[in-house]
């Protein structure tokens, strides 16, 4: 699974309805779209993505599971975006000089 990290975006993206939790997806209405640079596109669904220990605390210890609400479902979309922004209002941050997600 390859995963963006965007500083533009609004909102998380997956390509594969796979990875939703089957209980909690939501059929999206007909005017639930994104615009994509110059393209509207529509969402098919949205759900919860869980990415298991994915995070990691400040110091380093105790990974922890990553929880995306509201995740948009676009099939045949070419990447997975996770948005920075949503992130930060979390408490969660990136470390660019190991590549991981960490908390805190």
């Not at 990290?5 to 779209?33: P, R």
């Not at 110091?59 to 975006?81: Q, T």
Request: neutral net charge; proline residues 1%.
């Amino acid at each position: 699974m390859f995963i963006c990290y965007d500083l533009c975006a609004s909102i998380y993206i997956v390509n594969f309805k796979d990875f939703f939790y089957f209980d909690n997806i939501v059929l999206a209405i007909y005017k639930d779209i994104i615009l994509i640079r110059d393209t509207f596109v529509a969402v098919y669904c949205r759900g919860k993505k869980i990415m298991e220990k994915v995070i990691y605390r400040f110091d380093g210890k105790n990974i922890y599971n990553l929880v995306l609400e509201d995740v948009a479902f676009v099939p045949n979309f070419h990447i997975n975006i996770v948005v920075t922004d949503l992130l930060y209002k979390q408490g969660y941050w990136f470390y660019h000089l190991d590549n991981i997600f960490r908390y805190g």
